[in-house]
Nanobody, 121 residues
């Protein structure tokens, strides 16, 4: 069992920055992939960024060059640094942790409760 707690959301003007944190606890030794997703009202949850055990990041095209995902293993925490924020970035942001085998088969997956990011124009 893995527990994830997000923090760092808030209200910011367009062009501003926020850093989201995802603190993990429990059986995190089983996790080999981490990610951030977001969901705006009336829309489906979408991938924002992922990072593997090898620290290889991947980003949605809409945030590439503006967002950075990183890990601090000593603190069991995953971060999402968000710069040059736009009103379209407004959403609830969720931390995701999973164990993947055979390259693409998810055998365990966990979600945090989310943190709200609101970007005003």
């Amino acid at each position: 069992q893995v527990q994830l707690v997000e923090s760092g959301g808030g209200l910011v003007q367009a062009g501003g920055s926020l850093r989201l944190s995802c603190a993990a606890s429990g059986s995190i030794f089983s996790i080999n992939a981490w990610g951030w997703y977001r969901q705006a009202p009336g829309k489906q949850r979408e991938l924002v960024a992922t990072i593997t055990d090898a620290n290889t990041p991947n980003y949605a095209d809409s945030v590439k060059g503006r967002f950075t995902i990183s890990r601090d293993n000593a603190k069991n925490t995953v971060y999402l640094q968000m710069n040059s924020l736009k009103p379209d970035d407004t959403a609830a942001y969720y931390c995701n942790a999973r164990r993947v085998v055979l390259r693409n088969i998810v055998i365990n997956e966990y979600w945090g409760q989310g943190t709200q990011v609101t970007v005003s124009s």
